[in-house]
């Protein structure tokens, strides 16, 4: 099986599988992501857990037995804040440093309901939101072996002095370290999920970008083989045309009067296939003729002339339009578009007007309004391909032509739904000083 067969599924479903595949990626990247920050949290917890336990150990059982400077050494060197001894309803009994004369212990009943039996001899390490603080309690009801020295806690829990050991113990470490490591993590957590995201983002967009040059490329083949099998189309066609030209001139002097009005229509056809033949020309050939300086706003004004006057200039246009164009070129776009407009509709006036106007780029924007029956939004992407045309004896190329003349020139022609119905072609040129 060729690799060609292979993957032959994929052809017509690429978009479907790339996003797919990106999305799983993106979703398994952010999972990896929370999973390490999840783990290293966890450590840091149980870092925690651990330092407040040697803390313990070490301060805890001094100030059990009544050896404060021994227990205020420890606890600079443990970074521990405060011991407290609490008995079960929560009050104070023996305390060093800053400690609540009262305890809550409500705040921790649930910590203690949720351990079995064989963990309630265990202390329990919390960071405090509120405080900044690491409270790290303890709840003594079972047996608790610690050597201090000469001395050994008993089974029953009492030392071997009058103080019996107590029912909580409690304990403030600094946890402005400990907070800072955690929002360390969750912020480079939250950043690295933007990172992917932006990162997948930017994958998708230049598969989009590729996929939409990968089509204009394909486009641009196919036009240029168009053009190629239309510049030899138009130079063949052109032959037998001058020759049937010339027979019909030949015709016209010797039939009779009466065969006269059919010479005429086969006359308006020859001439309706050189006039296509010569647009099909002018597409193909150099686009830019021989400029030179003219008025747009005074070539405009000499084309309403040519359609009777049915073209109004809209008040407050400019009384000058100085641009760099070859003339014919010029009155082609022009009176393209304006004949477009007037065509635009056959039920009503289509109160075609132009607007020319220039903006602080020193762009001159031509605007030619109507209010015809419009462009379907399907059509509105295809409206400047050669050859597609709605009309019955349009021949789809003014258009193509328009837009290729003025961005030869460095301007561009755009056409877009007016308000209110109609279309508005709108024709973008650089103004030359006069």
Known sequence: MSSRRKWSFVEGKEQIFVVGGLVFLFALLVTLVLFLSQLIIDKENTLMQFEA??????????????????????????????????????????????????????????????????????????????????????????????????????????????????????????????????????????????????????????????RKYRETLAKQESLVNLGEAARTLAHEIKNPLSAITLQMALLKKTLPSSSREDLMVIDQEVQRLTQLTNKVSDFLRNPVGTPEKIDLVGMIDSLRHTFLDQVRIVPGSLHRAIVSFDPDRARSVFENLIKNALESTSSHDPAVEVEVTRDRRHMLHIYVRDRGDGIPEENMEKIFDPFFTTKIHGSGIGLAICRQFIRAKNGNLKLYARDGGGTIAEVILPAEHP
């Open 53 to 210: 336990e040697r803390g313990f150990a070490s301060s805890t059982l001094m100030l059990l037995q009544e050896e404060h400077s021994r227990a205020l050494a420890a606890m600079e060197e443990g970074n521990v804040r405060g011991i407290g001894v609490y008995s079960n309803n929560g009050r104070l009994r023996l305390g060093l440093g800053s400690v609540p004369n009262t305890l809550p212990l409500e705040r921790f009943n649930d910590i203690w309901r949720s351990r079995g039996a064989s963990q309630w001899n265990q202390g329990v390490a919390t960071y405090n939101k509120g405080t900044g603080m690491i409270e790290y309690i303890r709840f003594s009801r079972l047996t608790i072996q610690v050597e201090t020295g000469d001395f050994l806690l008993e089974e029953d829990g009492y030392l071997p002095s009058p103080l019996t050991f107590p029912d909580v113990l409690y304990i403030l470490f600094d946890g402005q370290q400990y907070y800072r490591k955690v929002m360390m993590v969750r912020i480079f957590s939250v950043a690295a999920v933007l990172g992917l995201l932006a990162f997948h983002l930017m994958v998708y967009n230049i598969y989009r970008s590729n």
